[in-house]
């Protein structure tokens, strides 16, 4: 079965610097790949994904996230964070016949 | 209401209690999910539901009971819980089962077993 890793548990970025968030998955063939973002008290929203074709995708709220197969890896990024952007954010993996499965999250502060 | 909905958003409850969590999509979707969301861990998934009908069970204890009566509105019947089961519990539906579809998630209930 799929699995999903995402090494870093906390994260701190200032309001404006650029930010990548790390995921890393584990499956034999292509993967389906998202990223959700949970706000406090909320459940998770989801920021992009990824099936097949360009391997950088964009999604809302101005990140993108790229697909390395070489990798098994599909990093988020944003080039410039907001404060609102202060959140916990779940990689996810979609597998053939398989439900998705996510990470344990990266919780993301922005400091001023 | 739109989107997914659960209630309550929050619940205290005894060992010896029994409640039910609820969820409601007004989506349209086919399939929907419960799960559990643990401090520092992955989201587990409890129970998957297709057009009504329980199509995973992930070695979920049975003090915790699924309950779908039709594709819009899911239940978790609880009863006898212990400590550990404090967490928040989501639920989430897609159009249909699988891999392709993006999942919608509720707000989450938050439970504590005293």
């Known amino acids: 079965a799929q699995s999903v890793t995402q090494p870093d548990i906390h994260i701190t970025v200032s309001e404006g610097a650029s930010l990548e968030l790390r995921c890393n998955y584990s499956?034999?063939?292509?993967?389906?790949l998202f990223w959700y973002v949970q706000s406090p008290g909320q459940g998770l929203q989801l920021l992009l994904k990824?099936?097949?074709?360009?391997?950088l995708v964009q999604g809302i709220k101005g990140f993108e996230a790229e697909f390395k197969r070489s990798q098994s890896s599909f990093n988020l990024r944003k080039p410039s964070v907001h404060w609102s952007d202060a959140a916990e954010y779940f990689c996810?993996?979609?597998?053939?016949?398989?439900?998705?499965?996510f990470g344990a999250g990266t919780r993301l502060t922005v400091k001023p | 209401e739109t989107g997914v909905t659960q209630t309550p958003r929050h619940l205290v409850m005894g060992m010896t209690n029994k409640k039910s969590l609820k969820c409601e999509q007004h989506?349209?979707?086919?399939?929907m999910y419960w799960y559990k969301q643990s401090a520092k861990k992955p989201l587990e998934l409890m129970f998957v539901?297709?057009?009504?009908?329980?199509?995973e069970n992930n070695s979920v204890p049975s003090r915790f009971s699924p309950e779908c009566p039709n594709s819009s509105h899911l239940f978790l019947h609880l009863h006898t819980l212990q400590p550990e089961d404090s967490a928040l519990y989501l639920c989430?539906?897609?159009?249909?089962?699988?891999?392709?579809?993006?999942?919608?998630f509720g707000p989450g209930t938050r439970l504590t077993v005293t």
């Open positions: 989430a539906s897609s159009q249909e089962r699988g891999q392709f579809y993006e999942q919608y």
């Open positions: 499956y034999g063939a292509t993967p389906y």
């Open positions: 990824y099936f097949s074709g360009d391997t």
């Open positions: 996810a993996v979609g597998a053939w016949n398989n439900d998705m499965r």
């Open positions: 989506l349209g979707h086919n399939a």
């Open positions: 539901y297709s057009l009504e009908e329980r199509v």
